[in-house]
């Protein structure tokens, strides 16, 4: 079965297991553990900031960065298909206590323009019906826009702005590496755009588990009460950091190949006839494209290409397909075949008509045959 549905899906490689195995363990809530130490140090270099938090995973960092930011019925401003906004169970409402007011954009990368109409309708002044603005929220990469990368002057133009207009900046930068690969940017220009960022560990880096969050030592001082308050404060965290510190040092430059991967996967698929690629271009490692013309549910499509071998994902009307470790050039050409056959199927006459509708076992029997 190949796998294109998340970067999320890499297992931990023979040599990071060996580095797990290996690592030199303390309690890292007391700030013992000397191997998620070494990490801290390392991502708070590289994004260029005072002070590092350890984390299992980047949802509780988004978490936390809203809560050090803000107070309860504040307004959080995020693009309308943020990961904080679509895909974290409304987790920022429950924990935080905000308002969401989503900032319009087609790539995930919006403008002071979109931001400027955001604060307007959510407070015109200081008045008493108005919630307060506090907190603007990026994406880099955006995820469910394709993957696309914030131009270092864009992001500065926006972050400038919202520190004119009073608000606090935060960075979702669960792919911030992908961005920094694919643009030639070095991490901490863009991290020195926000007051807070964390990357993941566990996305096209290939770790099994972990995310550091990064800011001023006051805010990171905070944030370490919210981690401990959420249950976030782990022991001897050691285990997981060494995977963590082992993708930095063998994963970065390598996600070029997943860039590289995913730009050869969207031309290809733009060949196929009844298939519309998003962006046959990206930015980074995330494909998106649609089935629509072929008349048939895109959950059926994907029902077909899994039986075939091929697994993609869903992401509102579109199917996303993310290149990754595990995944070869070889890999692509074979999925690439997988969907060009269910394709040509679905559009054949035999098809056509009465028997478009009929139940994935049918279609499935049809196929074989
Ligand atoms: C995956 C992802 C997250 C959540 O990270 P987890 O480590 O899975 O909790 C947040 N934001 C973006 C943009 C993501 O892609």
Same mark, same amino acid.
């Given at each position: 079965m190949i796998s294109l549905t998340s970067d999320t899906e890499t297992k931990p490689t023979?040599?990071?297991? %060996?580095?797990? $195995?290996?690592?030199?363990?303390?309690d890292e809530q007391k700030g013992e553990d000397p191997t998620v130490n070494r990490l801290l140090e390392r991502v708070a270099d590289l994004l260029g900031k005072e002070a590092a938090l350890f984390f299992a995973c +980047?949802?509780?960092c988004n978490f936390v960065s809203i809560k050090t930011h803000t107070r309860p019925a504040d307004v959080v401003l995020a693009e309308q298909m943020s990961h904080i906004i679509r895909a974290e169970s409304g987790g920022a409402a429950l924990t935080s206590g905000v308002l969401m007011e989503p900032i319009a954009s087609e790539r995930g990368i919006f403008t002071v323009d979109a931001i400027e109409q955001a604060l307007g309708r959510v407070a015109t002044a200081p008045y008493l019906y108005s919630a307060n603005p506090r907190l603007l929220c990026v994406e880099q990469t955006h995820n469910f826009r394709g993957g696309s990368v914030w131009r270092l002057n864009e992001l500065r133009?926006?972050?400038?702005? &919202?520190?004119?207009? +009073?608000?606090a900046t935060h960075m979702d930068g669960a792919r911030l590496l992908n961005a920094v690969v694919a643009s030639q940017t070095q991490a901490k220009d863009f991290a020195n755009c926000v007051d807070s960022v964390w990357i993941d560990f566990t996305k096209g880096l290939g770790a099994p588990m972990g995310a550091v969050l990064a800011g001023t030592r006051e805010f990171i001082s905070e944030a370490r009460r919210y981690k401990h308050i959420f249950g976030g404060a782990m022991r001897q965290a050691g285990i997981i950091a060494a995977g963590c510190l082992y993708a930095l040092d063998h994963h970065v430059e390598r996600l070029q190949e997943d860039h590289d991967n995913a730009t050869y996967l969207a031309r290809r698929l733009s060949e196929i006839e009844g298939i519309t690629v998003q962006d046959t271009k990206p930015d980074t490692n995330i494909v998106f494209f649609d089935v629509s013309q072929l008349g048939i549910d895109k959950g059926m499509f994907l029902t077909l290409l899994q039986q075939y071998g091929v697994?993609? +994902? $869903?992401? +509102? %009307? &579109?199917?996303?397909?993310?290149t990754h470790l595990d995944v070869s050039r070889a890999d692509i050409n074979f999925a690439v075949d997988t969907v060009s056959k269910v394709t040509k199927f679905l559009g054949s006459a035999a098809l056509k008509a009465e028997r478009r509708d009929c139940e994935i076992s049918n279609i499935k029997l049809l196929f074989a045959s």
């Amino acid at each position: 079965m190949i796998s294109l549905t998340s970067d999320t899906e890499t297992k931990p490689t023979h040599a990071m297991r %060996q580095a797990i $195995a290996n690592a030199e363990v303390g309690d890292e809530q007391k700030g013992e553990d000397p191997t998620v130490n070494r990490l801290l140090e390392r991502v708070a270099d590289l994004l260029g900031k005072e002070a590092a938090l350890f984390f299992a995973c +980047g949802t509780i960092c988004n978490f936390v960065s809203i809560k050090t930011h803000t107070r309860p019925a504040d307004v959080v401003l995020a693009e309308q298909m943020s990961h904080i906004i679509r895909a974290e169970s409304g987790g920022a409402a429950l924990t935080s206590g905000v308002l969401m007011e989503p900032i319009a954009s087609e790539r995930g990368i919006f403008t002071v323009d979109a931001i400027e109409q955001a604060l307007g309708r959510v407070a015109t002044a200081p008045y008493l019906y108005s919630a307060n603005p506090r907190l603007l929220c990026v994406e880099q990469t955006h995820n469910f826009r394709g993957g696309s990368v914030w131009r270092l002057n864009e992001l500065r133009e926006v972050c400038e702005f &919202s520190r004119q207009k +009073g608000l606090a900046t935060h960075m979702d930068g669960a792919r911030l590496l992908n961005a920094v690969v694919a643009s030639q940017t070095q991490a901490k220009d863009f991290a020195n755009c926000v007051d807070s960022v964390w990357i993941d560990f566990t996305k096209g880096l290939g770790a099994p588990m972990g995310a550091v969050l990064a800011g001023t030592r006051e805010f990171i001082s905070e944030a370490r009460r919210y981690k401990h308050i959420f249950g976030g404060a782990m022991r001897q965290a050691g285990i997981i950091a060494a995977g963590c510190l082992y993708a930095l040092d063998h994963h970065v430059e390598r996600l070029q190949e997943d860039h590289d991967n995913a730009t050869y996967l969207a031309r290809r698929l733009s060949e196929i006839e009844g298939i519309t690629v998003q962006d046959t271009k990206p930015d980074t490692n995330i494909v998106f494209f649609d089935v629509s013309q072929l008349g048939i549910d895109k959950g059926m499509f994907l029902t077909l290409l899994q039986q075939y071998g091929v697994k993609m +994902g $869903a992401v +509102g %009307q &579109s199917i996303r397909a993310v290149t990754h470790l595990d995944v070869s050039r070889a890999d692509i050409n074979f999925a690439v075949d997988t969907v060009s056959k269910v394709t040509k199927f679905l559009g054949s006459a035999a098809l056509k008509a009465e028997r478009r509708d009929c139940e994935i076992s049918n279609i499935k029997l049809l196929f074989a045959s």
